[in-house]
């Protein structure tokens, strides 16, 4: 009832090393112990949306029969992690040598080409095959930016504390699960796309149901909740930021990834039709 349909579990000969090599990754950052900060998690923001695109390529199937299961879901948030943790390590390393001036930037850089290159390259085969449509998608971002900028001004009207202590991480929060709202209310109530992950559509049903669905759709109900989710936690995260700054901003890193990463995928998987 909570997984979504569509999860893939590939050969153990390509589910083992990827295990194997995310725990040596994850390890290996675990000595470095490298710090993290609001710049950090904003860094590995074009990395959530880089994971996306590779998801995205594979429902064109883009990718060769023999390696295409790399990229299904769950396979492909690993595969993800151990290119965006491998770049983390390389720049601790530079940073270190002197190479490189802060680690974040490095990160930031790395993640933004890989997501562009792969994005440009999913724009072409939908252009390729005459159905890029952006419209929708546009909408999309600028209503959930909107939305985002409404929602954070709120925050830090009434819950001051939890905004400045949050921070950059906790708008990122906000926005990726707003986009991924956004993304999938247009796609419910517009585009007629099926939604795959169960809880979600019972929330989708329940906005259905409800006699403002003729008027104003269905999936305005799920955009609340995926932004009240999102404020809440960040609301309890609270505490937990000042007192151990570090492993919280993690955890809310991951957060903010479970909403941008879906988003990204539904608005790109919307531009090409």
């Known amino acids: 009832m909570v997984l979504p349909e569509g999860f893939v579990v590939p050969p153990w000969y390509l589910l083992v090393p990827v295990i194997v090599i995310l725990g040596s990754v994850i390890a290996l950052l675990w000595a470095l112990e490298p710090p993290v900060t609001d710049r950090t998690v904003i860094a590995?923001?074009?990395?959530?949306?880089?994971?996306?695109?590779?998801?995205v390529l594979y429902k064109l199937a883009a990718f060769p029969p023999s390696i295409e299961l790399l990229f299904t879901a769950p396979m492909v948030y690993g595969v993800t992690a151990i290119i965006a943790g491998a770049?983390?390590?390389?720049?601790?390393?530079?940073?270190?040598?002197?190479?490189?001036?802060?680690?974040?930037?490095?990160?930031?850089?790395?993640?933004?080409?890989?997501?562009?290159?792969?994005?440009?390259?999913?724009?072409?085969?939908?252009i390729e095959n005459g159905t890029i449509a952006p419209f929708w998608p546009v909408i999309a971002?600028?209503?959930a930016g909107i939305v985002t900028a409404i929602a954070w001004v709120?925050?830090?009207?009434?819950?001051?504390?939890?905004a400045a202590t949050t921070g950059a991480t906790g708008a990122l929060v906000v926005f990726g699960h707003t986009l991924d709202g956004v993304?999938?209310?247009?796609?419910?109530?517009?585009?007629?796309?099926?939604?795959?992950?169960?809880?979600?559509?019972?929330?989708?049903?329940?906005?259905?149901?409800?006699?403002?669905?003729?008027?104003?759709?269905?999936?305005?109900?799920?955009?609340?909740?995926?932004?009240?989710?999102a404020m809440v936690i960040l609301g309890l995260f609270r505490e937990y930021v000042e007192e151990r700054p570090q492993q919280a901003r993690i955890i809310?890193?991951?957060?903010?990834?479970?909403?941008?990463?879906?988003?990204?995928?539904?608005?790109?998987?919307?531009?090409v039709g």
């Open 44 to 55: 590995f923001a074009p990395w959530m949306m880089f994971g996306a695109s590779l998801h």
């Open 87 to 126: 770049v983390w390590i390389v720049a601790i390393f530079l940073h270190v040598g002197g190479l490189q001036r802060t680690i974040s930037r490095f990160v930031g850089i790395a993640g933004t080409a890989f997501f562009t290159v792969f994005t440009v390259f999913t724009l072409f085969l939908s």
């Open 154 to 162: 709120a925050l830090s009207l009434w819950f001051t504390d939890v």
């Open 183 to 229: 993304t999938t209310a247009i796609g419910y109530d517009v585009l007629a796309a099926g939604e795959d992950v169960p809880l979600s559509l019972l929330l989708l049903e329940a906005g259905a149901a409800l006699p403002t669905a003729e008027y104003i759709g269905a999936g305005w109900l799920f955009v609340l909740v995926k932004v009240a989710l």
């Open 252 to 271: 809310l890193a991951l957060v903010a990834a479970v909403g941008l990463g879906p988003a990204v995928h539904n608005t790109l998987l919307f531009i």
């Open 141 to 143: 971002v600028v209503v």
